[in-house]
């Protein structure tokens, strides 16, 4: 198993351009989520999903769109990118029932 | 308003003894607590969690206590290794309409000396 796996590790943007943050995993889990990582505030929730077709806004949702068209699959695109969108962006996953949450390795963002 | 606050931001331990990590939150509906550790580069992997039912999980040298009245974690590590040299992120879940939700802590870092 590969687990939660991202892509890509590094991006650099300029504001305005728009880009989609990939997550996969192949554990078969229901529930997936975003969080962003910045100094001093740990993650905080952006969007998550409970299963394919169903996904819900989290702490953070603004700026940032989601889609769950399988199981496997869970991308997160930034429509207009914005220099406070600069972070280090994790996705996870989770089986039903099960408290422990996977992460992926991270994307780390940067905006201009 | 920070639900879940850790508020050492870091803490240096000698090899071999007691590391001690304290985590406040401010809602008592939180069903389960759980604690993270992240090395540079690298996601977030589960250490330990508990069950707001409880007041004590034990992993190891991973203890974790939660005292419900005061609102307040800690995770004991004993004896602390080189190797835990990480930052702990602690976190508090809700099972809210089928969703897992987690509100995580700032983050401790934690350095073990030789």
């Known amino acids: 198993n590969a687990g939660v796996t991202q892509t890509p590790k590094f991006q650099v943007l300029k504001t305005g351009q728009s880009m989609t943050l990939q997550c996969a995993q192949d554990?078969?889990?229901?529930?997936m989520s975003w969080y962003r990582q910045d100094p001093g505030m740990g993650l905080r929730l952006i969007h998550y999903s409970v299963g394919a077709g169903i996904t819900d806004q989290g702490e953070v949702p603004n700026g940032y769109n989601v889609s769950r068209s399988t199981t496997e699959d869970f991308p997160l695109r930034l429509l207009s990118a914005a220099p406070s969108q600069t972070s280090v962006y994790f996705c996870a996953s989770s089986s039903r029932g099960d408290n422990e949450q996977f992460f992926g390795p991270g994307t780390r963002l940067t905006v201009l | 308003d920070q639900q879940v606050k850790q508020n050492s931001p870091s803490l240096s331990v000698q090899e071999g003894r007691i590391s001690i990590l304290n985590c406040d939150y401010t809602n008592s509906m939180f069903d389960y607590f759980l604690w993270y550790k992240k090395y540079p580069a690298e996601g977030p992997t589960f250490l330990i969690s508990?069950?707001?039912?409880?007041d004590k999980n034990e992993d190891g040298r991973f203890t974790v206590f939660l005292n419900k009245s005061a609102k307040h974690l800690s995770l004991h590590i004993v004896p602390s290794q080189p190797g835990d040299s990480a930052v702990y992120f602690c976190a508090a879940g809700s099972i809210i309409q089928g969703a897992q939700k987690l509100v995580f802590g700032q983050g401790t870092r934690l350095t073990i000396n030789p």
């Open positions: 508990i069950s707001s039912i409880k």
């Open positions: 554990m078969n889990h229901e529930y």
